[in-house]
């Protein structure tokens, strides 16, 4: 079965600082992998995804992730932190499921980590 | 606006009364899905539906319902809440398309408390 571990639920920035979000995952196959962002009373949007072409991928709102097949990871990046950052990031990793003869993405999320940026 | 809808996004309701959460998107996706938020457990699937009367259990099904009547809506359920079903609920959709799972669209959230 696939799993996600967020390392830190809590991580906090000073504005302009580096933001490194940390994402492991565990899979049987290569997998499509996820950066969601939730802001305060919204539902949860896309950063960007990893579908096995680049390794290096780049995402909205300036952020990105790599993924390393070695170290099983895909932490998420951003050079230079803005207040407007500051939500919860979710990872999730897909894993295609067969069902009714057809397949979908069944995405398995990590714990979350929340991102505070302070002036 | 392509988008997700969820309503009610706040509710507050009594231990045994039975509830039903709506939720509709205009995208024409074949695939659904509920999930529940809780603090220290990211998210976890409830339900999903691959297309219109095509409906299966998630990870965390046991107290909740769902039916997919038409393609639009896929509304969640809950016969008889109980206070462990106290959490914020979120409605997904996509396409269904081969060759990997596209992105799922979120939508804005409930905010359940079960007294």
């Known amino acids: 079965a696939q799993s996600v571990t967020q390392l830190g639920s809590h991580v906090s920035v000073s504005e302009g600082a580096l933001v490194l979000l940390r994402c492991n995952y565990s899979?049987?196959?290569?997998?499509?992998l996820f950066w969601y962002v939730q802001y305060p009373n919204q539902g949860l949007q896309l950063l960007l995804k990893?579908?096995?072409?680049?390794?290096l991928v780049k995402g909205i709102n300036g952020f990105e992730a790599e993924f390393k097949k070695s170290e099983t990871s895909f932490h998420l990046t951003k050079p230079s932190a803005h207040m407007s950052d500051a939500a919860e990031y979710f990872c999730?990793?897909?894993?295609?499921?067969?069902?009714?003869?057809?397949?979908?993405?069944?995405?398995?999320f990590g714990q979350g980590t929340i991102l505070t940026v302070h002036p | 606006e392509a988008q997700v809808t969820q309503n009610p996004r706040y509710l507050i309701t009594v231990t045994g009364k039975k509830l039903t959460v709506t939720c509709s998107q205009n995208?024409?996706?074949?695939?659904m899905s509920w999930y529940r938020q809780d603090p220290g457990l990211g998210l976890r699937q409830i339900y999903y539906?691959?297309?219109?009367?095509?409906?299966d259990k998630g990870d965390v099904p046991e107290g909740y319902k769902v039916s997919r009547k038409e393609k639009r809506n896929f509304p969640l359920i809950l016969e008889s809440p109980s206070p462990n079903q106290t959490s914020l609920y979120f409605c997904?959709?996509?396409?269904?398309?081969?060759?990997?799972?596209?992105?799922?669209?979120f939508g804005p959230g409930t905010r359940l408390l079960v007294l």
């Open positions: 539906s691959m297309n219109v009367e095509v409906t």
């Open positions: 995208m024409n996706h074949e695939y």
């Open positions: 899979s049987s196959v290569p997998p499509y």
């Open positions: 990893y579908t096995s072409a680049a390794t």
């Open positions: 997904a959709s996509s396409l269904l398309l081969a060759g990997g799972p596209e992105t799922q669209y």
């Open positions: 999730a990793v897909s894993d295609q499921v067969e069902a009714g003869g057809t397949s979908y993405g069944k995405l398995t």
